[in-house]
């Protein structure tokens, strides 16, 4: 369970970084990371860390894909976590 965790931990970071890296590289005019894999990096469980880096970075504050959709991914992330361990406890315990 806590490899879980830290799994999860470390890929937030990851998705969180991405999204200052795309900060960045917007404001030096540079290529960007798409935002195809912004969103499913954040699908992949890094809601959270997408939705930190969006606001710490004030970046992709108005797109309504990542407006809407990063907290969307984070309520489908917590009910499915949820499930997971409603199964656990019910099942293999």
Request: with cysteine; net charge positive; proline share 1%.
């Amino acid at each position: 369970m806590k490899y879980l965790l830290l799994a999860l931990l470390c890929w937030n970071l990851w998705v969180f970084l991405l999204m200052g890296v795309d900060k960045r590289k917007a404001k030096k005019g540079r290529r960007r990371i798409s935002e195809r894999t912004l969103l499913l990096s954040a699908l992949a469980f890094g809601a959270v860390g997408g939705l930190a880096g969006m606001h710490l970075f004030h970046h992709k504050t108005l797109h309504k894909r990542f407006r809407y959709g990063l907290p969307a991914m984070l309520i489908f992330h917590v009910a499915l976590g949820a499930a997971g361990i409603y199964w656990y406890l019910t099942y293999w315990q």
